[in-house]
Each structure stands twice: as structure tokens, then as C-alpha cells.
């Protein structure tokens, strides 16, 4: 796949924007925002040391090069999927659906109340006909 000046990449997002290059036809996103794929987690970057760099911006006397260090998303996937995890944050669930969750409102289900496929047409059919002059 081609990178072009469409493209962009940002803390572990992939971004292919709304307008880009596609087999040299600019192509439009149906996304308005364009389309963003997460890649990763970012966690660090390298540093290149500059006596240059002011004492009182950083301390450090370095730079960022721009240079990150990212945890690909399927290993995070990986991680989150495991049973410990998936069985806790069940766990967890229950506890916030018993404590904090809204009851759903609902109505009881009545055989005589139901509104059948026969009343939807005959009701469809009253509304759909021409009215009669002078009614």
C-alpha cells in the first residue's frame, strides 16, 4: 500500500483521511471524518540529546525524534481476552446491573392484546383508501 500526503499517523491511530489517493482517483470516505484503525497503544519514544535545547523547556537537554514505541493491537486484544480477565469483568457487570443499573419498563404480554399481522393489514387498508366525495 502507498503512503501518500492523505495519510496520516497518530499515537498508535492509523488514519486514512476523507479525501485520499486510490489507484491515482481521488476517492472520498463515506466516513466525513475519514477512517481511523487503531494500530496500538503507544508508550514511549526515543530521545536524541541536544546541548542546544533550553535547560528550562525540559531539563533533560534532549528531543523527542518522533520515534515511538507501540504495543501492537492484537497483543492488547490478547490481554484483555484472557479468562481471568473476561471472568472478572463479568463479574463485574453483574455487580453494577444489580446495584446501579435502570430497570426496563415493559408491558405484560397479553395473547388478547397482541396486535396481529391480520390488524396491521386491515388497519393499513383503512387508512390507505381514497375517501369517498362528499364524505
Given at each position: 500500500?502507498?503512503?501518500?500526503?492523505?495519510?496520516?499517523?497518530?499515537?498508535?491511530?492509523?488514519?486514512?483521511?476523507?479525501?485520499?489517493?486510490?489507484?491515482g482517483?481521488?476517492?472520498?470516505?463515506?466516513?466525513p471524518?475519514?477512517?481511523?484503525?487503531?494500530?496500538?497503544?503507544?508508550?514511549?519514544h526515543?530521545?536524541?540529546?541536544?546541548d542546544?535545547v533550553?535547560?528550562a523547556?525540559?531539563?533533560?537537554n534532549?528531543?523527542?525524534v518522533g520515534?515511538?514505541?507501540?504495543?501492537?493491537?492484537?497483543?492488547i486484544?490478547?490481554?484483555?481476552?484472557?479468562?481471568?480477565?473476561?471472568?472478572?469483568?463479568?463479574?463485574?457487570?453483574?455487580?453494577?446491573?444489580?446495584?446501579?443499573?435502570?430497570?426496563?419498563?415493559?408491558?405484560?404480554?397479553?395473547?388478547?392484546?397482541?396486535?396481529?399481522?391480520?390488524?396491521f393489514?386491515?388497519?393499513?387498508?383503512?387508512?390507505s383508501?381514497?375517501p369517498?366525495?362528499?364524505?
Amino acid at each position: 500500500m502507498q503512503v501518500n500526503r492523505w495519510t496520516k499517523r497518530i499515537s498508535g491511530f492509523f488514519h486514512l483521511g476523507a479525501i485520499r489517493l486510490v489507484k491515482g482517483q481521488l476517492a472520498r470516505s463515506p466516513i466525513p471524518e475519514g477512517t481511523f484503525y487503531l494500530l496500538g497503544l503507544m508508550f514511549g519514544h526515543f530521545d536524541e540529546k541536544d546541548d542546544l535545547v533550553d535547560d528550562a523547556v525540559g531539563g533533560s537537554n534532549s528531543i523527542n525524534v518522533g520515534i515511538g514505541i507501540v504495543v501492537p493491537v492484537g497483543r492488547i486484544l490478547e490481554m484483555v481476552s484472557q479468562d481471568q480477565i473476561a471472568t472478572r469483568e463479568r463479574q463485574a457487570e453483574k455487580v453494577l446491573r444489580e446495584k446501579r443499573m435502570p430497570t426496563m419498563d415493559s408491558v405484560e404480554q397479553q395473547d388478547e392484546l397482541a396486535f396481529t399481522k391480520e390488524d396491521f393489514e386491515t388497519a393499513l387498508k383503512k387508512v390507505s383508501r381514497k375517501p369517498e366525495p362528499g364524505k
